[in-house]
């Protein structure tokens, strides 16, 4: 029985590292992937409009085009292509915080997995303390809770509860399904509660809930609440449908899936280094065919 409680020590699917070889549900590694990619594609707009769409406008032709398509992407609903936008941000974030938890239940070490993303996360912190300072980036671009703060917070609360719900033997899944469930509507009810006061601001509690961080100008903030309940939310799904540790479509896995299936093996170094990648990709492109000489940058 599916929620009976099973070892799954062929399978490991966390969204963060990589075990070798290991048999991986590809699925999951595929939607991850689908999903990462789409925030690569989200961040380059960024990159562009903030950074490279005075000069790629000033070209004219098709570099003004790519450039107003860019500052519509971030224009936050303003123009239907600022709507399309925020729609797919919420469903993609959606689906990627869902899959980091319910990914836990296929990973031996969820502790270290952890540590590594929190380590991730403050070297990025610093890193955009750093290039503050050196006046590369504006201040309110600091990373205090980014999204790597929130999941390794997030992974180790959601494997906690999983291994405290092992104690329930061969129904261990289900009461883990409950659990997870039960906890995912509460951090959503305790969200609904939160939006309806006066925001404040409260350096201390602003990983928890945005009403706590008025005043604070952060760039890439992903509170606890309501993103804990996501994780938990997936958790439960993910229990219930893939509780055998097995593929559901195993006959449409194939060559075709791979590069996202990379992608979504190698989150934790494609989430650190892609922002890097966009900036200087844009550069060279921007010197090389848009403004010859002129890397913007420098």
Known sequence: MFLDAEERRSVTNHPLAERPHSHRIWELDFLRGFTILLMCIDHFMFDLSAMFSDVWAAKGGAAAAIAKFACMWWDHGLSWVGATRDV????????????????????????????????????????????????????????????????????????????????????????????????????????????????????????????????????????????????FAGAAVITLVYGRGKSLLPKLDGAWNKPFRFVGRHTLLVVILHQVVNVLLLALVTAAFVDRGNFVLF
């Open 88 to 231: 797919i941000q919420v469903i993609a974030i959606s689906v990627f915080f869902g899959l980091c938890g319910g990914s836990t239940i296929f990973s031996r070490d969820n502790l270290t997995r952890a540590m590594k993303t929190l380590l991730a996360a403050c070297v990025i912190t610093i890193g955009t303390y750093f290039l503050i300072s050196w006046e590369v980036l504006d201040e309110g671009d600091l990373i205090i809770f980014g999204v790597l703060h929130m999941l390794s917070l997030a992974t180790l609360l959601v494997a906690g509860v999983y291994a405290l719900t092992r104690l329930a033997g061969k129904k261990s899944d289900l009461v883990f399904v409950v659990v997870s469930a039960l906890l995912a509507g509460a951090i959503f009810l305790v969200n609904q509660r939160l939006n309806g006061l006066e925001p404040i601001e409260n350096g201390w509690l602003m990983p928890l809930h945005e009403s706590f961080s008025r005043g604070l100008d952060m760039g890439d903030y992903f509170p606890l609440i309501p993103n804990l309940g996501i994780a």
